[in-house]
């Protein structure tokens, strides 16, 4: 196992285990929404048909009234009405507003073709009930084109929003400052073979993949054969380099070593040195024990997975909390179903 992939295991182990206890919360608030899931389980039984000293208690009713439903729905309502979008506007003196419009125009192609809205209302829609939600920016083939090489930008929604793990040390709403991401997806066994037949894991016996799954817990789950998982993730990651950038005699800067010709750095008093760190994003496809997709250079400086978030609560405890519009009002909901049902 190469460095960079444990570096990777490493990551994502800290990533789940510092929100497990947000997920399993978050799990509980999408159950809220399905009204035979309203109910806890221990309730349900004590509800059930009863023989009681000879006598036969029958089942007592458990009605569920979608309370929320209303307020929720007037939450996505506003959402879609509002038509979210980015506007694009110059803002320093050499920029153009003929060159803003183009790249409105640009961009409003890429809402059109991804339907951009369909993935922000997804995931708003997860945030407004569970807290958080995400969709993501990739690239792919463009079928319009001649050339086979040719890239379009697209908006896709994230069908299981849970699937995402964040670098939890990221200090913006935003994750914006994060370092690193992943994108796990749970393959069927033979899924996985036909997908990436010429995998090392591909050959692997079923004691192999138990190995695995002993020493990389949920990378390999399951029973065997029909029953096995096997855990992809596509892996985001920022490396930074430090470049020093020095004053020059008219004012600019210049990374140090690369000052153009005609210009002098500043020498005495008046020199002036900064560090900057640069930052690169790279994307690969990882399972337990190997690269499956080689580590890729992509375009832009930050990880495109977008986060959209209901409420965040203050940290307390070292714990950070996002809640949405279930998770405060389950109880009030358990109230009124109860009280209906007696």
């Known amino acids: 196992m190469t460095a960079d992939l444990q570096q990777a295991l490493d990551r994502f182990k800290v990533g789940s285990d510092a929100d497990v206890e947000q997920r399993n919360r978050e799990v509980d608030a999408l159950r809220f929404q399905v009204p ?18 000879g006598v036969a208690i029958p089942q007592r009713p458990m009605l569920s009234i979608p309370s ?18 980015i506007a694009i506007h110059p803002l320093s003196d ?40 995400y969709y993501r920016v990739i690239t792919e083939p463009d079928p319009d084109s001649d050339d086979p090489f040719d890239q379009r930008i697209m908006i896709k929604r994230i069908l299981q929003q849970g699937s995402v793990v964040l670098d939890p040390f990221a200090q913006e709403p935003d994750y914006s400052d994060g370092a690193w991401a992943f994108i796990i997806n749970d393959m069927p066994w033979a899924a996985y073979k036909r997908r990436y037949p010429n995998s090392e894991m591909a050959s692997f016996s079923e004691d192999e993949l138990s190995a695995v799954g002993m020493s990389t817990q949920s990378w390999v789950s399951g029973d065997e054969g029909e029953g096995r998982a096997v855990r992809v993730a596509e892996y985001y990651r920022m490396e ?103």
Request: glycine share 6%.
């Open 36 to 53: 035979d899931l309203c109910w806890p389980t221990e309730v349900k039984d004590q509800r059930k048909p009863q023989l009681i000293g």
């Open 68 to 85: 929320l439903d209303q307020p929720i729905q007037l939450v996505l309502n506003a959402e879609k009405a509002a038509h979210l979008g």
């Open 94 to 133: 050499d920029a153009e507003e003929t060159t803003a419009e183009v790249l409105q125009g640009l961009y409003r192609r890429i809402e059109v073709e991804s339907r951009a809205s369909l993935a922000r209302s997804w995931a708003f829609e997860r945030a407004v009930k569970a807290g958080r939600g």
């Open 240 to 342: 930074y380099e430090t470049v020093s950038r020095v004053l020059l005699d008219d004012g600019t800067d210049a990374p140090e070593g690369q000052v153009p010709p005609g210009r002098t750095a500043r020498t005495g008093n008046e020199a002036r040195t900064r560090q900057e760190k640069r930052p690169t994003l790279y994307w690969s496809t990882i399972n337990a024990i190997e690269e499956l997709e080689p580590k890729q250079e992509m375009d832009g400086r930050y990880i495109p997975i977008i986060p959209v978030v209901g409420r965040e609560l203050i940290p307390f405890e070292q714990e950070r909390r996002w809640v949405g519009m279930i998770e405060p009002n389950k109880d009030a909901v358990r109230l009124l179903n109860y009280s209906a049902s007696s």
